[in-house]
C-alpha cells in the first residue's frame, strides 16, 4: 500500500514523552475548558437572571444528561483506542474501516438517543425526587437538550477519531468558536427575549449542532488517513466487536456511575434548593478541577494505544507514570487556587449567601481528595490504551457506585444526615478506587507481565 499523508497526525511511538503528552493535552485541555463552559455558562446566567431554582433545575439535570453521553463516551473510547492501536501499527486499511464503521454507528446512536432521552425525561426526574419548586424548569431544560443531542454526539465522535491520530488543535478552534457563540445566544435569549432556563437549552443545542457540522466538513474534506467517505460508511463486524471489547465496559461503568449519582442527588434533593444550587455551583467548579486530569486521560489513552500497537511496552508504561505525576502537579495548583478563593467562586453562579456558604461548604471539604482522581483516570486512560477496559470497569464500579452507596446509607441512617456527610461521599470513593487500581495495575500489567515474558 502507497503511503499516505499524515500531515495533521501526531506520532506519539518516538521523541521526548513528557513534550508529547503536554503538546497533545494541552489543547485537549483547553478544549475540554470551552466545553464545559456550555452548561457553567447555561448556571451562570440562569442563577443570576432567572432564579436559584432554575439554578439548581440546570444542576439536578447533569446526571441525567451523563448516563446517555457517558454511555455514547464508551462507545468513543473504544472507537479511538481502535483507531489508534491501528495508527500505531500503520495498518491504513484497518483504520479506515474503524473510521466508517464509528460513524455509521454513531449515527444509529443519535436517532437512538434522542428517542430515549426525551421519552425518560420525566420519570428520571419523578425517581430523583425533584422537588415541585424545580420539576418544570428541569423538565422544559431536558427535553430541549435531548432533542438536540445529536449535534454534541457528532461533535464529541469526530473530535475523538481526531484524537487518535493526534490532532487536537482543530476540534479546540470548533469548541472556541461554539462556546462563545453559546454565551452570546444565552444572553440573546434569557436578557433579550425573556425565554428563561429554555433560552439556555436552545443556545446549547444550537452551538453544538454548529461544532458537529464544522466537524463533519473537515473529516470529509480532509486529504489524510482519518478521511470520511460517504459512499465507504458500513458497519464491519470485527471492527465493531473490537471497539465494543473497549467501549462497552467503559460505557457500562459510566453509565451505572452516574445512575448511581441520580442517588446521591437525590440524597442532596432532601435539603432543599438552596443545598441543591449550592452543590451544583460545587459540581460545576469540580469538574473544571478535573478537566487537566481528564484531558491527560486522553492523552494517555492515545499514547499507549499508538505504543502499544507499535510494540513498545515499556515506552507506554513511562508515559504513564509521566502522564499521573503531571496530572498531580496541574491538578494540585488549581485545587488549591479555588480551595482559598472558595466563596467567590460559587459566586460566580449565584448572590444567594445560602447557595454560596453550601457551595464553599462542599468546596472546602472534597477539594483537595480531587488529588486521588489523577491517579483514578489516568491509569484508567492507560489500561484501556492497552485494551483493557474490563479492569477499570470493574474497580470503578466498586468504588463509585458500591463504595460510595454504602458510605451514603450508612452516615445518613446511622450517623447524622447533613449535607457536609452527603458531599463527602465522593472523596470516600476517589480514595477507594485510586487503591484498588493501584493494586490492579501492579498485579495485573507490572508484575504479572514479567512473568508471562519468556524466560
Given at each position: 500500500?502507497?503511503?499516505?499523508?499524515?500531515?495533521?497526525?501526531?506520532?506519539?511511538?518516538?521523541?521526548?514523552?513528557?513534550?508529547?503528552?503536554?503538546?497533545?493535552?494541552?489543547?485537549?485541555?483547553?478544549?475540554?475548558?470551552?466545553?464545559?463552559?456550555?452548561?457553567?455558562?447555561?448556571?451562570?446566567?440562569?442563577?443570576?437572571?432567572?432564579?436559584?431554582?432554575?439554578?439548581?433545575?440546570?444542576?439536578?439535570?447533569?446526571?441525567?444528561?451523563?448516563?446517555?453521553?457517558?454511555?455514547?463516551?464508551?462507545?468513543?473510547?473504544?472507537?479511538?483506542?481502535?483507531?489508534?492501536?491501528?495508527?500505531?501499527?500503520?495498518?491504513?486499511?484497518?483504520?479506515?474501516?474503524?473510521?466508517?464503521?464509528?460513524?455509521?454507528?454513531?449515527?444509529?446512536?443519535?436517532?437512538?438517543?434522542?428517542?430515549?432521552?426525551?421519552?425518560?425525561?420525566?420519570?428520571?426526574?419523578?425517581?430523583?425526587?425533584?422537588?415541585?419548586d424545580v420539576f418544570a424548569d428541569?423538565?422544559?431544560?431536558?427535553?430541549?437538550?435531548?432533542?438536540?443531542?445529536?449535534?454534541?454526539?457528532?461533535?464529541?465522535?469526530?473530535?475523538?477519531?481526531?484524537?487518535?491520530?493526534?490532532?487536537?488543535?482543530?476540534?479546540?478552534?470548533?469548541?472556541?468558536?461554539?462556546?462563545?457563540?453559546?454565551?452570546?445566544?444565552?444572553?440573546?435569549?434569557?436578557?433579550?427575549?425573556?425565554?428563561?432556563?429554555?433560552?439556555?437549552?436552545?443556545?446549547?443545542?444550537?452551538?453544538?449542532?454548529?461544532?458537529?457540522?464544522?466537524?463533519?466538513?473537515?473529516?470529509?474534506?480532509?486529504?489524510?488517513?482519518?478521511?470520511?467517505?460517504?459512499?465507504?460508511?458500513?458497519?464491519?463486524?470485527?471492527?465493531?466487536?473490537?471497539?465494543?471489547?473497549?467501549?462497552?465496559?467503559?460505557?457500562?461503568?459510566?453509565?451505572?456511575?452516574?445512575?448511581?449519582?441520580?442517588?446521591?442527588?437525590?440524597?442532596?434533593?432532601?435539603?432543599?434548593?438552596?443545598?441543591?444550587?449550592?452543590?451544583?455551583?460545587?459540581?460545576?467548579?469540580?469538574?473544571?478541577?478535573?478537566?487537566?486530569?481528564?484531558?491527560?486521560?486522553?492523552?494517555?489513552?492515545?499514547?499507549?494505544?499508538?505504543?502499544?500497537?507499535?510494540?513498545?511496552?515499556?515506552?507506554?508504561?513511562?508515559?504513564?507514570?509521566?502522564?499521573?505525576?503531571?496530572?498531580?502537579?496541574?491538578?494540585?495548583?488549581?485545587?488549591?487556587?479555588?480551595?482559598?478563593?472558595?466563596?467567590?467562586?460559587v459566586s460566580l453562579f449565584s448572590?444567594?449567601?445560602?447557595?454560596?456558604?453550601?457551595?464553599?461548604?462542599?468546596?472546602?471539604?472534597?477539594?483537595?481528595?480531587?488529588?486521588?482522581?489523577?491517579?483514578?483516570?489516568?491509569?484508567?486512560?492507560?489500561?484501556?490504551?492497552?485494551?483493557?477496559?474490563?479492569?477499570?470497569?470493574?474497580?470503578?464500579?466498586?468504588?463509585?457506585?458500591?463504595?460510595?452507596?454504602?458510605?451514603?446509607?450508612?452516615?445518613?441512617?446511622?450517623?447524622?444526615?447533613?449535607?457536609?456527610?452527603?458531599?463527602?461521599?465522593?472523596?470516600?470513593?476517589?480514595?477507594?478506587?485510586?487503591?484498588?487500581?493501584?493494586?490492579?495495575?501492579?498485579?495485573?500489567?507490572?508484575?504479572?507481565?514479567?512473568?508471562?515474558?519468556?524466560?
Amino acid at each position: 500500500m502507497a503511503r499516505q499523508r499524515v500531515g495533521t497526525t501526531r506520532a506519539m511511538t518516538e521523541g521526548p514523552i513528557l513534550k508529547q503528552i503536554i503538546l497533545f493535552s494541552l489543547p485537549l485541555m483547553l478544549g475540554n475548558i470551552f466545553q464545559m463552559l456550555y452548561n457553567t455558562v447555561d448556571s451562570i446566567v440562569v442563577g443570576n437572571f432567572v432564579g436559584k431554582e432554575a439554578l439548581a433545575a440546570v444542576g439536578s439535570t447533569t446526571m441525567i444528561v451523563n448516563m446517555l453521553v457517558f454511555f455514547f463516551n464508551g462507545f468513543s473510547i473504544g472507537a479511538g483506542v481502535v483507531i489508534g492501536q491501528h495508527f500505531g501499527a500503520r495498518n491504513m486499511k484497518k483504520l479506515h474501516d474503524a473510521v466508517e464503521t464509528t460513524m455509521a454507528m454513531t449515527f444509529l446512536f443519535c436517532v437512538l438517543f434522542t428517542i430515549i432521552g426525551v421519552l425518560g425525561v420525566k420519570p428520571m426526574l419523578r425517581f430523583m425526587s425533584t422537588p415541585d419548586d424545580v420539576f418544570a424548569d428541569a423538565t422544559t431544560y431536558l427535553t430541549i437538550y435531548f432533542a438536540g443531542i445529536t449535534g454534541l454526539l457528532i461533535y464529541n465522535m469526530g473530535s475523538g477519531i481526531l484524537r487518535a491520530v493526534g490532532d487536537t488543535t482543530r476540534p479546540l478552534m470548533f469548541l472556541v468558536l461554539t462556546s462563545v457563540l453559546n454565551t452570546i445566544l444565552d444572553l440573546v435569549f434569557v436578557i433579550g427575549f425573556k425565554m428563561g432556563i429554555a433560552g439556555v437549552a436552545y443556545a446549547t443545542i444550537i452551538s453544538q449542532f454548529v461544532s458537529a457540522i464544522l466537524t463533519l466538513i473537515l473529516l470529509t474534506k480532509a486529504d489524510d488517513i482519518y478521511k470520511l467517505v460517504w459512499k465507504d460508511l458500513k458497519v464491519d463486524l470485527g471492527i465493531l466487536g473490537q471497539i465494543f471489547a473497549v467501549g462497552l465496559p467503559a460505557g457500562i461503568q459510566s453509565v451505572i456511575t452516574a445512575f448511581s449519582n441520580i442517588f446521591v442527588q437525590s440524597y442532596v434533593n432532601f435539603f432543599g434548593s438552596s443545598v441543591m444550587a449550592g452543590w451544583s455551583s460545587y459540581n460545576k467548579l469540580d469538574s473544571f478541577i478535573m478537566l487537566p486530569m481528564q484531558s491527560m486521560a486522553m492523552a494517555a489513552t492515545t499514547f499507549v494505544s499508538q505504543n502499544i500497537g507499535a510494540k513498545q511496552e515499556e515506552r507506554a508504561n513511562r508515559g504513564t507514570k509521566i502522564t499521573i505525576l503531571l496530572s498531580v502537579g496541574v491538578t494540585l495548583f488549581i485545587a488549591t487556587f479555588l480551595f482559598i478563593f472558595a466563596e467567590p467562586a460559587v459566586s460566580l453562579f449565584s448572590k444567594d449567601p445560602s447557595v454560596i456558604e453550601y457551595g464553599a461548604l462542599f468546596l472546602h471539604a472534597n477539594t483537595f481528595f480531587l488529588l486521588f482522581n489523577c491517579v483514578n483516570h489516568v491509569l484508567a486512560g492507560a489500561l484501556r490504551g492497552r485494551g483493557d477496559s474490563r479492569g477499570p470497569m470493574v474497580i470503578m464500579l466498586t468504588a463509585f457506585v458500591g463504595i460510595r452507596q454504602i458510605y451514603l446509607f450508612i452516615v445518613t441512617h446511622f450517623v447524622a444526615n447533613t449535607p457536609f456527610l452527603v458531599g463527602f461521599g465522593y472523596p470516600v470513593g476517589w480514595g477507594t478506587c485510586c487503591i484498588l487500581e493501584l493494586t490492579y495495575f501492579y498485579f495485573r500489567w507490572v508484575k504479572g507481565k514479567k512473568k508471562e515474558l519468556p524466560a
